[in-house]
């Protein structure tokens, strides 16, 4: 792991390494630490001076009904962003793995979409789902079905999630395929001559060695779910009707941006920041476990 | 193998094709479309040969914003820097860790090795209130620079680096090349793959930024083409739809373009950096 050959000095390295820090310590740590230390303090109304509260900040917001539901939202809304997105693209990918015809087109036209932008899948979905534009959501109110994501939270919900999912599909799909293709043929084969059958199979012999992508891909997903979909759930719906789309990350925004409430909003960072932390953790962990064994 | 054709195989993929391709057609379809009878409800997945909103949107935009030439341009501007910006960067500090000894070098890693965990979705007011004590609100150094700190891009290239073996730089100070010269000269045409892999990813980030610059640019002059459509759907009233489809078309092409052009690569990079 570590070289023999190194080249001598420190101060080009220093130089080299310092672009980056610099931004890093900008852009990055500093922000961080104002969060921390805005979210242990509180503004008086007249922004005249800060007083530090301890964890004053932190328990009023786990003391906020409203803060609890967006958890409980989040991790719903994560949850099943996840699942969906990952089923759909392991299904796809276990098709794509076969040996058929065109299977080059096939994987082009379901890879291109990991180019869509979190925000342009809103303005998609808006044309099929929007019920006086959209295609389905029209066909659906003129078949006796009241659509109107503006108004039902519930219904609100399930096309941002829709549109959450549907653009992290081909995320997942490439590295499923990649998983599955450094599967060795001879264990499928050796399963097959065993006379394992389709599903058999593919629950006992594939899906147990493509469990590092399936876990890799969960934490991701999370990751995703969690803070990419601002510019979904923006877009659609600005975490409304009332709240029912409102996410964590959303909440931020609004809290802060919208209604300048330092305190609060810092304390929600600070939250957010310790989710990121133990994801990102459970991570790394898994895969140095992985290399060593 | 069989000879027989998968059907089982083609159907699903063929679903999942559609289910892609068919969001993407609409809004192709609809902006040829007339906007009043889009508003009516009369949205079709037949297109017209009437293509004139594309000249319109871009020279012009719609109501209240800049014309759609501006918004790509900006939009292309930012993904080029923070894709260029995070690679050269990143390549030089990875270097720096991999091939020298310097004091704090494990510091310096773990420091980069942090902004990991710290995506701008956590870290919202604070960043603003940095960016507006440098003074870089509504500008484009502040809508590029400060998301070129990359700590994915630093541990790509340093797996990349660390992989490189020790005869080949033993080779090259033989023949007496300096850090500088091995840098140029070798380790860059080296992982040539890898940067162009890099950066398909970074582009696309870089074009799909929403979040960042709503919050640092509100001058309509630094909008982004997702910035703009976003805008444009938000006036539901009176919306010249066949106009936010062209933009939603124009705001797709640039990004798809360069993931599938450089397929190849990209696929193999992403798969490869997460190993």
Known sequence: MERRTLFEGWFLPAVLVLPQLLLTAFFFLWPAGEAIWWSLTRQDPFGLGSAFVGLENFSELFADPLYVDAIVRTVFFCATVSVLAMGVALLLAVFADREIRGRAIYRTLLIWPYAIAPAISAVLWLFILNPQVGLLGRWLNAHGVPWDYTINGGQALLMVIIASAWKQVSYNFIFFLAGLQS???????AARMDGAKGWHRFRTITLPLLSPTTFFLLVVNLVYAAFDTFGTIYALTRGGPGKATETLVIK?????VVNLDLGSSSAQSVVLMAGVIALTAIQFRFMARRTDA | MSARTDWLAHIVLGL????FALPVWLVIAGSTQDS???ARGEL???PSLDLSAYPRVLTHGTMGTKPVWHMLLVSGGMALAIAGGKIVISILSAYAVVFFRFPFRRTAFWLIFITLMLPVEVRIIPTYAVMSDFGLINSFTGLSVPLIASATATLLFRQVFVAIPDELVEAARMDGAGPLRFLRDILIPVSAANIAALFVILFVYGWNQYLWPLLVATDPGLDTIVIGIVKMIGVETQTEWSAVMATAVLALL???IV?????????????EGEK
């Open chain 2, 44 to 46: 079709s997945l037949l």
């Open chain 2, 259 to 271: 993931v599938v052009l450089m397929q190849h690569w990209f696929v193999a990079g992403l798969t």
């Open chain 2, 16 to 19: 999942g094709v559609l289910l």
């Open chain 2, 254 to 256: 640039p990004p798809v």
């Open chain 1, 183 to 189: 599967i060795p043929r001879a264990v499928t084969e």
């Open chain 2, 36 to 38: 009043g009878a889009i």
């Open chain 1, 252 to 256: 931020v925004y609004r809290d802060g």
